[in-house]
């Protein structure tokens, strides 16, 4: 440690670190644009030059480094002298349109220019006038006069994100701020260069021109999209979501969001809503109040109850849900008679495992993991932030490897990567296994080859102090999910690493913890979709001809069933032809509840609105359904109230989190066809990205493609824009084809959860392609 002093005042800090970081730390504030304390260290703004004794001139603070005894005044007048002359600077070339600035009232520029800047300009000149660029549906690039090089969204781009989209061209006044030559930005990390941008250079398309910022209320949330539990502030006027921006929380997101977590809200605002209970009779849809709408659900489930069982009476909730609803639902089914509810809709293995399956370390630890192997995971799509973190593992000297079905670029260094076909994934991590059994003299818990990429990633898993075996989205929803678990706990046993899953959505670890899975031999998810032939069918934020793991199937069974009660904040078109009843229930912003992400963290939130129209919160829909139904101890005045009940004793939950399993390794049997290979794209992952108009216009959300291998590409003989014709059972689709030839030679890249996709079966089945 190293003693300075700052304005007076002593204070220690880490050798090596900057001026800027001590004033920090001792709450001393030194004015600065370009440094930004997740970013490197840049010093091209000079705003914060400070009077250091025995300096023969002002010094950045942010780039100078602390010596014993240094001593640093940051209000003397040679420093303000410093900073007002550096702040006349900065105005000279900026556009006096603080006014119409849709960054007033949060500019630092602004802010700074009040204490720093003078009253006039001397600068008598012609500005300097920088050009707009259209970069895409999100970042707006119209007012880069405004831009002072700060250069955060160029170092973000390239330290956080890991792809730089922006660089600075030109010298001199002429310097500007551009994408490479035409490009678009689309990071899934984009949106987060709005927030570090210090002046209105860069703005939200989407919410320009809507609102000042003072006439916003500020209200505290939580991501309701990926596992990762994002905190956010919401943003509010006249009861419309208008905004959302990331809460800094070190622990979960640091200080950035998904593009998915900050312009999704726009879907809360689309005509799509469902606003009213709706009851079709005789093939017509008529709105009805309330009270109509649940006594003709309570005598519907009744009826089916009588005539034919609890048994044939069946209930999916997705886990994009807040955990009192999937409590209440799966209370609400039991009291019933009927075991039958599932949020696993995407998966193909449902064998039950010991604890709840969540993953395996705090979600800050994965920034500083020595080693890591990723199997089965689209990781920048499925886990924006995780990838991050990450990212800052391997730029800090971490092996990260990977084994998947795909070669998509993770834009980090991989130490190794196994590119398998999805049926071969378990024999790929046996092998894994089987060269780690060769150095430890274990008995290996499966056969396989010991082959050269197996070897290098079990010399990875040996070394290093911090390690981890983490499963994707597509390892959980692999047909054999058991078997990579029984082989990931066998390797983290031998090498000494954790392991545990990624987590597929915002409450898939609380689905568990509620039980809203079967818990006494009830039917699960596949099942329950795959001509179970059940008689009642609730459907919660679900829609099954996106969200399940074979869609075509899926839409067959909620089309056979007689009674169909969908519980959704939106209305489709599938759903108006399966359903014979529809609720309107509150998405995350009118409704009051928690989410539990993928470490297990139990995260609660207030609804930041009045619910749009009829809407109700899920909670109390099925609160009063419960009541009408005659289900006991169903009388909650509070979500706090079912929150205690679905939950416990919070401190006692991290006991309950247990990724071990006594599932025996089963290597599958080559097909010997083409296996399809199934992401769900970022986009598509749920209710509200799907009808988010800004994310729908993304190069992410464009339309499927069928990417083939080069032998079946040259095989079909074909050429640059051909299409081809896509068949799983009975359902076939028309796609573009795009040959990636870093895919195996048995494997076809079909996304799922799109509606041009649906028509397609199982997400990990055979698959057939002819040319169209």
């Not at 799509?272 to 849809?285: A, D, E, F, N």
Request: glycine share 8%; hydrophobic share 45%; with cysteine.
């Amino acid at each position: 440690m190293v003693e300075i002093e700052i304005d007076g005042r002593k204070v220690q800090c880490q050798e090596g670190s900057m001026v800027m970081h001590a004033a920090e730390q001792s709450g001393t504030y030194i004015p600065h644009f370009c440094y930004h304390k997740k970013l490197s260290i840049a010093a091209n703004c000079r705003m914060c030059l400070v009077d250091i004794e025995k300096a023969p001139k002002p010094m950045p603070a942010c780039a100078t480094p602390v010596t014993q005894g240094m001593i640093v005044r940051t209000k003397s007048d040679k420093a303000i002298k410093a900073q007002k002359s550096v702040m006349e600077f900065l105005l000279i070339n900026h556009p006096l349109d603080c006014p119409i600035c849709d960054q007033g009232g949060e500019c630092q520029l602004q802010d700074l220019a009040v204490g720093y800047g003078g009253s006039g300009s001397r600068y008598a000149e012609e500005k300097r006038v920088v050009f707009p660029k259209d970069v895409g549906p999100l970042i707006s690039m119209e007012e880069m006069s405004r831009c002072i090089q700060c250069t955060r969204c160029v170092r973000f781009g390239q330290e956080i994100a890991g792809v730089m989209e922006l660089g600075m061209a030109h010298r001199g006044e002429h310097s500007e701020i551009m994408t490479f030559v035409g490009q678009s930005i689309d990071s899934e990390l984009s949106g987060n260069m709005i927030d570090i941008c210090p002046v209105g250079a860069l703005t939200s398309k989407p919410f320009r021109y809507s609102a000042r910022t003072w006439e916003l209320s500020r209200r505290k949330s939580v991501s309701p999209h990926d596992s990762t539990g994002a905190n956010l502030i919401v943003q509010v006027k006249n009861g419309q979501v208008l905004r959302v921006v990331p809460l800094e929380n070190d622990a979960v997101n640091e200080c950035w969001i998904a593009d998915r977590d900050r312009f999704s809200y726009e879907a809360l605002n689309s005509e799509q809503r469902l606003t009213k209970p709706m009851i079709k009779q005789g093939g017509q849809w008529r709105e009805v109040d309330w009270t109509t709408a649940l006594e003709y659900v309570a005598n519907g489930l009744k009826g089916v109850k009588t005539e034919h069982g609890a048994a044939a009476i069946g209930a999916l909730g997705s886990e994009h849900q807040t955990t009192e609803e999937l409590y209440l639902l799966a209370q609400l089914l039991r009291g019933l008679g009927s075991d039958n509810i599932d949020t696993r809709l995407r998966h193909s293995d449902f064998a039950a495992g010991q604890g709840v399956r969540w993953l395996g370390l705090p979600v800050s630890e994965l920034s500083t993991l020595d080693r890591a192997l990723v199997v089965g995971s689209f990781l920048r799509k499925d886990h924006p932030l995780f990838a991050t973190r990450l990212r800052h593992a391997a730029k800090r000297g971490a092996q990260i490897s990977a084994i998947g079905g795909a070669q998509d670029d993770w834009l980090m260094p991989l130490a190794q990567r196994i590119t398998v076909a999805p049926s071969a994934w378990v024999q790929a991590l046996a092998d894994v296994a089987v060269a780690v059994a060769e150095q430890t003299g274990a008995a290996a818990p499966a056969q396989g080859n010991a082959t050269e990429s197996a070897q290098a990633i079990a010399a990875s898993l040996l070394s290093g102090q911090s390690k981890a075996i983490l499963l994707g989205n597509a390892a959980a929803q692999h047909p054999q999910a058991s078997s990579l678990q029984a082989l990931a706990q066998w390797l983290a046993e031998q090498t000494g690493a954790r392991f545990g899953f990624l987590g597929e959505s915002a409450n898939t670890v609380g689905a568990q913890i509620v039980g809203a899975q079967p818990q006494q031999g009830g039917l699960n998810a596949g099942q329950m979709l795959n001509g179970s032939a059940l008689k009642a069918l609730v459907l919660m934020g679900v829609e099954p001809e996106l969200d399940a793991a074979n869609p075509s199937a899926a839409l067959a069974a909620a089309q056979a069933a007689e009674m169909v009660v969908v519980m959704s904040s939106f209305r489709s078109d599938a759903a108006a032809e399966y359903a014979d009843v529809m609720l309107p229930i509150s998405p995350f912003t009118e409704t009051a509840g928690s989410f539990i992400n993928a470490e297990g963290l139990v995260q609660s939130f207030h609804g930041v609105v009045k619910p749009l129209g009829d809407t109700r919160p899920g909670w109390k829909v099925l609160r009063v359904l419960g009541t009408m139904l005659g289900v006991d101890d169903f009388a909650f005045e509070t979500v706090e109230e079912v929150r205690a009940r679905a939950l416990g004793d919070v401190s006692a939950l991290p006991a309950r989190l247990n990724n071990q399993t006594t599932a025996v390794v089963q290597a599958s049997a080559a097909t010997g066809g083409l296996e399809r290979l199934a992401d769900v794209p970022i986009y598509s992952t749920d209710a509200l990205v799907r009808r988010s108009p800004a994310l729908q216009a993304t190069a992410d959300a464009a339309a499927p493609v069928a990417s083939l291998p080069s032998a079946l590409w040259a095989e079909l003989g074909l050429s640059e824009g051909a299409q081809v014709k896509v068949s799983q059972d009975a359902g076939s689709v028309v796609l573009p084809a795009v040959l990636d030839a870093s895919l195996p030679a048995n494997v076809v890249r079909v996304p799922t959860g799109h509606p041009a996709t649906a028509a397609l079966g199982a997400a990990f089945g055979a698959i057939r392609v002819d040319k169209a």
